[in-house]
């Protein structure tokens, strides 16, 4: 009984501080990946290959004047960057890394992720408009259209999954994967997710409410120090959440030949992390009205049409 | 889509390529011989100094950041008593290098001057003077100048005439 305690207490911090420590060190990868394919080094100085990096702009974040503008909404805007850190901390605990390790066991896991996402977006919209500041209200604003839109058409996208499994419960559609991954049944639905994923994690080049060039910062123009730092992190966490997400539903979890389950998981999740961070290598960020109209007029008709073919193949074939 | 999916691979495939970044510390800066950097005083192929404290240089610096004394020694040949270049102001322009008419003052391709006292940044003539000629070895101002200079007269210089007297009427 004490065993099985410690056990999951074990499960719960070594997640935590997994994602966490992930999430910062992701600050380092990125830049240095990104630095790989644009032919340069990237941070390589401190530390072997510069992974103290990482230690160093967390010292920096630290000791910067931890500033709230006078003409912000003080409470508003403190909270906002705990929501982000809260929401998707939150949502990895329902993914199920093997089959040893994983917080909870719910039967509406993929709901549970899609609330939490959802709830991400308050961090930005009251950040941004807690901020009062017109580039962060407009990167708020931006953040809560690209939301909104997106969002639809990621839940849609996964209902194919849930059709083909008829559960929410996460580790009972990794199992069902055993034999066949879901992204070759689903490969569609794959498509749509992952793009809403990045659009969800708004990472390039979806990242219209940061938009460097145009709104400075958007949503996190006035923030400083760690309060920053929160957003920033956040941002790393979801990008491993959204992979994760896309490992589980249409890449069999931890399913695979020889390998233990553990470095299964963790291989699929490093392709994906590297698939966001080439994204942003390679992709120019789209103008607000076409991402608008690609959302609505593209991917959500994909996803709507994958949702009928899917229920069709299903009520032919399998019979409910 | 397809050319969203074809800069993805093309962006890719950097992941073989060379890299343009140079780590500078360690590798060193590879400058061309007449990059402007560090300025030097030059000696002539005897081992004299070159300069001979005409103020042309200083006069050319468009910040100011030279100054000089000139002085004599006994043979009558000038020269700088102290020559000093504030590198601090210096923009590193390469006037003082085109107004010099003995070739004395040269900038080399050294651009590694970085100080944590501003005031280092003030070189005196002992730190400009190098042993060498620079750029142009075989220069000598003095053996082909027709100023008169302890040890050669006037007339004396490489391809000059001895002097003409004016006072004679004979070819």
């Keep these: 009984m004490t065993t099985a305690i410690w056990l999951h207490i074990a499960n719960v911090f070594g997640i935590l501080i997994a994602v966490v420590g992930a999430s910062a060190l992701l600050t380092w990868i990125e830049r240095r990946m990104l630095g790989l394919w644009q032919d340069r ?280 | 889509m397809l050319s969203h999916l074809r800069t993805l691979w093309a962006v890719f495939t950097h992941t073989v390529a060379r890299r343009e970044t140079l780590l500078y510390p360690e590798e060193k800066l590879k400058l061309p011989a007449r990059y402007r950097g560090r300025i030097i005083l030059s000696r002539d192929p005897d081992g004299a100094e070159r300069c001979v404290a005409c103020n042309l240089c200083a006069v050319a610096c468009p910040v100011d950041c030279i100054a000089l004394q000139k002085t004599e020694d006994e043979t009558g040949r000038w020269y700088p008593e102290w020559f000093r270049i504030n590198f601090s102001r210096c923009i590193y322009c390469g006037l003082c290098e085109e107004a010099c008419p003995t070739y004395a003052i040269q900038l080399t391709p050294d651009v590694e001057q970085s100080e944590y006292q501003r005031h280092n940044m003030v070189y005196e003539k002992e730190d400009l003077l190098i042993d060498g000629t620079g750029k142009y070895h075989d220069y000598n101002f003095y053996r082909v100048a027709g100023m008169a200079v302890g040890g050669k007269d006037k007339g004396e210089a490489e391809d000059e005439r001895p002097p003409i007297d004016v006072r004679s009427l004979l070819p």
Excluded: C
């Design chain 1, 41 to 320: 080094y990237g941070p390589n100085r401190a530390g072997p290959f510069g992974i103290l990096q990482v230690l160093a702009d967390m010292l920096k974040l630290f000791a910067k004047d931890d500033w709230t503008p006078p003409f912000a909404d003080r409470a508003v805007f403190i909270i906002a960057p705990a929501i982000i850190m809260v929401v998707i901390l939150l949502a990895f605990a329902v993914i199920p890394i093997t089959p040893a390790i994983g917080i909870v066991d719910m039967n509406i896991g993929l709901l549970f992720f899609l609330a939490m996402t959802s709830l991400s977006v308050y961090s930005v919209v009251l950040g941004g408009w807690a901020s009062n500041n017109k580039y962060s209200l407009l990167g708020g604003l931006r953040s809560a259209a690209q939301m909104i839109s997106y969002e639809v058409f990621m839940a849609l996208a996964l209902a194919g999954v849930v059709m083909l499994t008829g559960t929410f419960n996460l580790r009972e559609i990794v199992n069902a994967q055993s034999g066949l991954w879901f992204v070759v049944p689903q490969f569609f639905g794959f498509l749509v997710f992952s793009i809403a994923g990045i659009a969800e994690a708004h990472r390039l080049p979806f990242d219209l409410p940061e938009a460097e060039n145009e709104l400075i910062a958007g949503y996190h123009t006035e923030y400083s120090g760690m309060k920053f730092g929160m957003f920033f992190v956040g941002e790393y966490a979801s990008i491993i959440l959204i992979s994760a997400m896309i490992v589980v539903l249409f890449f069999g979890g931890w399913h695979g030949p020889w390998l233990p389950p553990i470095v299964w998981f963790l291989i699929k999740l490093t392709f994906f992390v590297g698939l966001f961070i080439l994204l942003r290598a390679a992709l120019p960020r789209p103008r607000y009205d076409q991402l608008m109209a690609y959302g609505w007029k593209f991917m959500l008709p994909l996803a709507l049409l994958n949702l009928v073919v899917t229920g069709a193949v299903t009520l032919a074939f399998f019979n409910g």
